[in-house]
Structures are given as C-alpha cells and as structure tokens.
C-alpha cells in the first residue's frame, strides 16, 4: 500500500488568503482616493460624500458608527492581509543576508519590486493603524472643515505624505504581481511573454503615478483650506455657512 505523503497545505492557505486580502485592500485603496478628492471639486462635494458614508442618503439621518464599523472591518482585513505575508519574510539575519546576496546576484526587476513592497508594507502597517485607529474612535469628525483641521492644527499632513506614497506604491506593485502569479496577462506565445510583461510594468507606474498626482493634490487642498480659513476649534462645515459659498 503506498504510504500516504503528509503535505503542508498552510503555505498554499496563505497565500490564497494574501492574494484575497490585497485584492480587497487595493480595491479599497483605489476608491478611498478617489472618494476623498472630491475635495478638489468642491467642499460640498467633500461634505456631500461624507452624508453618503454616513447613510444620510439611504436613512435620511447621519450614522457616523456606519464609518466606523467600515474601518474596523478594513483594519481586520490589513491585519489578515500582514499575518499571511509574514511566512514569505526571511526569518532570521542568516536568511536575510542570504537573500540579498541572491538578489544582487539575479539583478531581476522584480525581485526589487518584491523588496519595495516589504518596506512599504512595513510602513505602511504602522501609518494605517494610525489613521484608522482616528477613522474608528472619531468617525463623526469627518468633513471639509473637521478633516482639513486634523490634517493642518493636528499635524497630520506627514503622516498622510508618507501614507499615501507607501500604499500607493504598495498597491500598485501588489497588484502588478497578482496579476503575473495568477496568469491574468499572460500571452499565448512564449516570444510575446516579455512584451506583455513590459506593457503590464509601464500600466502599473501610471497608476501609481495617477494616484500620487491625485492624493498628493487632495492633501494640498485640505491644508490649504486647513490655513486659509482662521474657523474655530471643532466648527463643522454646513452648506449654509458663508464661507461655504465661497
Ligand atoms: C474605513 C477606513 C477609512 C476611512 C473612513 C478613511 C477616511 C479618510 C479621510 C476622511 C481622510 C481625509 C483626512 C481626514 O479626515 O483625516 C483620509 C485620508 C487618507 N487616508 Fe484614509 N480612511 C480609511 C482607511 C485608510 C487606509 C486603510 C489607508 C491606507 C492604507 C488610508 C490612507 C489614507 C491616506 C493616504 C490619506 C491622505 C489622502 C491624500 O493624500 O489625499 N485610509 N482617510
């Protein structure tokens, strides 16, 4: 009888469960940005999507712990998403140093791509947290005003610079590479392979550099409304204020 092989199925889990979460995760990234530049179109745009997140426009009220259970739910996924990388990093100094020395060897695009996405990763995880952990305890005190105050008086704006170029490059590389280890680009002859694969690179740097543009000049307006406006601590925007219609 032949014997039974013990195979450990883990690896493959967590994977699956990698893929699945940065899959999510970009997904959310990628709206995220967008939703929050509609600053650039006006505060009331800004102020407007904020009533859609807080139900306003399904409920007729204001839920603001609907924000909040989305962020609890987005930190549980980043938190899923950080577990189920951890068995691919280099588990102690030996295996590091290993490491690099196989990446100056095979001097492969790639693998650079692979160790950009652990730094921001890693940077990434601390900035997040600290971001959601605000988006969890004070989901009411999000709006024109309430967020351009956080990101000028409360000396936010570093936090989200760094932020938003580690998740943007770490997205956008992410992706990149599902799309590869998953096959979704590939080309049906061999000889178009490296075509392919340079065409998916030069659309993945666009992206990036789309979002930067985007989130960098989003961040730009909230600071600029932030010192523009001299508006007491904790005043709320509402369409009807003067400086609203300015
Ligand atoms: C449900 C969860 C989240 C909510 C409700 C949320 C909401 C917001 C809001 C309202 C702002 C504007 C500034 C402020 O009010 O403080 C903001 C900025 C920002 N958020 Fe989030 N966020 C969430 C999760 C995340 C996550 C997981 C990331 C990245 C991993 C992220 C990255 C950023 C960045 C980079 C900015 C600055 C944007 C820019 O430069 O234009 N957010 N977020």
New binding site residues.
Partial sequence: MPKKRNINKMPAYLDLAQSLTGMI?AL??SG??LF??TILISKNAMYNM?LF?EGYFFFGDKYPSI?TF??I???LI?IVHTLAVFHKFPSSYRQFTLMRKHMKQLNHHDTYLWAVQVITGFS?FF??SI??Y??ISM?D???PY??SE??VTDM?WPL??L??F???IHAGIGVYRLIIKWGFFEAKQQKFMKQRRALLRTLMYFVITLYLV??????AR?IQIGYAHDFEKGERYHPQTKIAQE
């Fill in positions: 995760l959310f990234i995220h940005i929050e530049s904020t997140f924000i989305l962020a739910s987005v930190l980043l990434m900035l997040a971001h959601l605000t988006m989901p005190q999000i709006g309430a967020s956080r990101i936010m989200y610079f932020l938003l580690a998740v943007v985007i989130g960098t000049a989003s961040l909230y």
